[in-house]
């Protein structure tokens, strides 16, 4: 059975953690969510303390498998579900598995890739060579791509320690996690009759949040270590979604700010066509009293 841990009293609310990290990643977003809820929180087979999937065995219903274990495990009629990156994919095989078994999921910074990192993970799979693979997700190469696709490359004591961690998880199970992820990231979240929130980092990297957002797609201002370093912006849309099903459209800060930037970009648009106008009514007097002084001249 799944390794896990559980902290907090009041309804059961399962979190699922992200690639190679243990549940160790919600140290920053859990005091915010267990004085409301009882937190189930597990570690994904090969992950931490929990047991691999069989060679040959689908590694995402493989996890809803298990995830559904626990349930049964603590008498749990029916729980949510926040799930964060790669574990969104996790989460939306046991949705679709598991519907009964589920009150509300939300998915936090969902892995729907850009495309250059789908290629990214077609060159991964395409690569039978271990020692290559190795080569790849270890040592600053690894330390870099955590860099660039959690922090935006800004350095932060949390770079370093989801390296360490990510480092002492298997080789294969890494590699598999990724490689097995639907459509190499780029197939859409299947539908489900579930109530479900999706929480889209604004300054998120790694993913390809909707162009058009749904009602239950919101923005909030973070990369992808939202879990981490922006835990008190994800709390604020979680909780009432979980508590009342509502869905909070966007932190008021950064509403507001988004607004002034709107009008700011609105504001330098009508300057650029105001310049441009007066650009070019210059431009035209000069070539008109240009075209009366050559005039002038033939008549002279």
Not at 55 to 70: D, F, L, N
Not at 272 to 295: C, D, I
Request: aromatic residues 8%; contains cysteine; proline residues 7%.
């Amino acid at each position: 059975m799944l390794n896990y841990r559980i902290e907090g009293e009041g309804l059961p609310l399962l979190l699922i953690h992200g690639w190679g990290v243990t549940y160790s990643m919600w140290e920053k977003l859990a005091p915010l969510l267990k004085p409301h809820y009882q937190l189930i929180m597990i570690e994904l087979p090969g992950i931490g303390g929990s047991p691999q999937v069989e060679h040959g065995q689908p590694y995402y219903p493989a996890c809803a498998e298990e995830i559904e274990e626990v349930r049964l495990a603590l008498g749990i009629e029916r729980w949510s579900l926040l799930a964060y990156s790669s574990g969104t994919r996790a989460a939306e095989a046991y949705v679709q598995r598991y519907p009964q078994s589920i009150e509300r999921a939300v998915f936090l910074c969902p892995i729907y890739l850009a495309e250059i990192w789908t290629l990214f993970l077609h060159l991964l799979d395409n690569t039978p060579n271990l020692t290559i693979r190795h080569w790849i997700l270890s040592h600053w190469r690894l330390y870099s791509l955590i860099l660039a696709l959690g922090f935006n490359g800004r350095p932060h004591p949390y770079t370093s320690t989801w390296k360490n961690e990510i480092e002492l998880q298997s080789l294969d199970i890494l590699i598999r996690t990724l490689c097995e992820i639907p459509g190499k990231g780029r197939t859409p979240f299947a539908s489900t009759e579930i109530p479900t929130l999706f929480i889209w980092g604004g300054r998120d990297a790694l993913t390809a949040r909707p162009r058009h957002l749904r009602p239950n797609d919101i923005v909030i201002p973070a990369n992808h270590s939202a879990p981490m370093l922006a835990a008190s912006k994800v709390a604020e849309v979680v909780l009432p979604f979980l508590q009342e099903g509502k869905l909070v459209s966007a932190p008021k800060q950064w509403r507001s700010r988004r607004l002034t930037q709107n009008r700011d970009k609105k504001r330098l648009r009508v300057i650029g066509r105001t310049q441009v106008k007066r650009h070019k009514t210059t431009r035209r007097r000069f070539v008109l009293r240009k075209k009366a002084a050559q005039s002038e001249h033939q008549l002279l």
